[in-house]
């Protein structure tokens, strides 16, 4: 069974453009997570989805973050404009909420530089 | 504010020994909890869940949960150096269905 996809797996950047992330979950799996994580700190929830519905986003600075989750497949996460602090991992997981386990599994994430 | 707390470490055990993390977390209402391994520059890994009190052995881990002192620990039997990573605790708290993550512990384990 293929895990979580990100794409890119490295982004440099310059501070004001903006940037996008790409995510397809496990297979069959209709929960999908971004996760944001800096060095030295566990990873910290920025958005959920079930299917395509965004169902927890109180962590997403909206005022320059979105996210999409058309079909309820592939997800993407874009910045615009990038700041300085927005350098860090962000990691997409995905899960299966049919099931009582509630575990989450994680992609290799993308490693974002903004300069 | 939901915490779960850990020691950043690092933790040393020579090789062969037992290592023990610990995490505690601030929701007494908290059902499901969860072990993560994190090597220097990859994502965090799944190794262990755990949702009743008690022990739970898988292979060289043990994970235990004592839901009323609100911890949660992780034993790694016979350490190994490939076993040196950061050790994530990660909570689910009630309502939400995403994880709340500790800081992390880094383990190393010395040949």
């Known amino acids: 069974e293929a895990g979580v996809v990100q794409s890119p797996r490295y982004k440099i950047i310059e501070k004001k453009q903006p940037v996008a992330f790409w995510c397809n979950p496990i297979?069959?799996?209709?929960?999908l997570y971004w996760y944001l994580q800096n060095l030295g700190q566990g990873p910290e929830l920025l958005i959920r989805?079930?299917?395509?519905?965004?169902?927890?986003d109180s962590q997403l600075p909206k005022d320059r973050f979105s996210a999409e989750r058309l079909k309820g497949v592939d997800s993407t996460l874009k910045i615009q404009p990038a700041e300085l602090g927005d350098s860090a991992v962000y990691l997409c997981a995905s899960s299966l909420v049919s099931t009582s386990l509630h575990e989450q599994f994680f992609g290799p994430g993308t490693r974002l530089t903004v300069l | 504010q939901k915490e779960v707390e850990q020691n950043s470490g690092p933790l040393s055990v020579p090789e062969g020994a037992i290592a023990s993390l610990n995490c505690t977390y601030s929701?007494?209402?908290?059902?499901?909890f969860f072990w993560y391994r994190q090597y220097s520059g990859k994502s965090p890994e799944l190794i262990m869940s755990i949702y009743s009190n008690g022990d739970k052995e898988d292979g060289r881990f043990t994970a235990q949960l004592n839901k009323a002192s609100q911890y949660v620990s992780l034993l790694i039997r016979d350490s190994q150096p490939s076993d040196s990573a950061t050790y994530l605790c990660a909570v689910q708290y009630p309502g939400r269905r995403a994880l709340t993550f500790g800081s992390g512990t880094r383990l190393q384990v010395q040949p």
């Open positions: 989805y079930e299917n395509e519905e965004a169902v927890d």
């Open positions: 929701d007494r209402g908290s059902q499901s």
């Open positions: 297979s069959g799996h209709n929960t």
